[in-house]
Nanobody, 126 residues
């Protein structure tokens, strides 16, 4: 089972950008669909974005569409989440997760993902 580690979070002002990374500490990310999720204080976890391991297809939920970009670099064993034009409502702990190898995916749903990272905090505040 792949082990995931997130990095890249931080404190930024509204309108800024951050790039989160999801790296495999053990195993290869190549066969795994990867999703990004977030959980704000007092709120349920929500899906953000996902990328297929079959065709590289990408999926975004409405709150982040047009602002966030997911990508994967299999040579670096890393999936990225580029977040632009950040808003205070983007403040949350962000998690990456891996679904079953070569699974067909769409918009990220937590129940489809089996291996989770520890999370990285993103705070957007002036």
């Amino acid at each position: 089972q792949v082990q995931l580690v997130e990095s890249g979070g931080g404190l930024v002002q509204p309108g800024s950008s951050l790039r989160l990374s999801c790296e495999a500490s053990e195993g290869s990310l190549d066969p795994y669909p990867i999703g990004w999720f977030r959980q704000a204080p007092g709120k349920e976890r929500e899906g953000v974005s996902a990328i297929s391991s079959i065709d590289g297809g990408t999926y975004y939920t409405e709150p982040v569409k047009g602002r966030f970009t997911i990508s994967r670099d299999n040579a670096k064993n890393t999936v990225y989440l580029q977040m632009n034009n950040l808003k205070p409502e983007d403040t949350a702990v962000y998690y990456c997760a891996a679904a079953a190898p070569r699974a067909r995916i769409g918009l990220p749903r937590g129940k489809d993902y089996k291996s989770w990272g520890q999370g990285t905090q993103v705070t957007v505040s002036s």
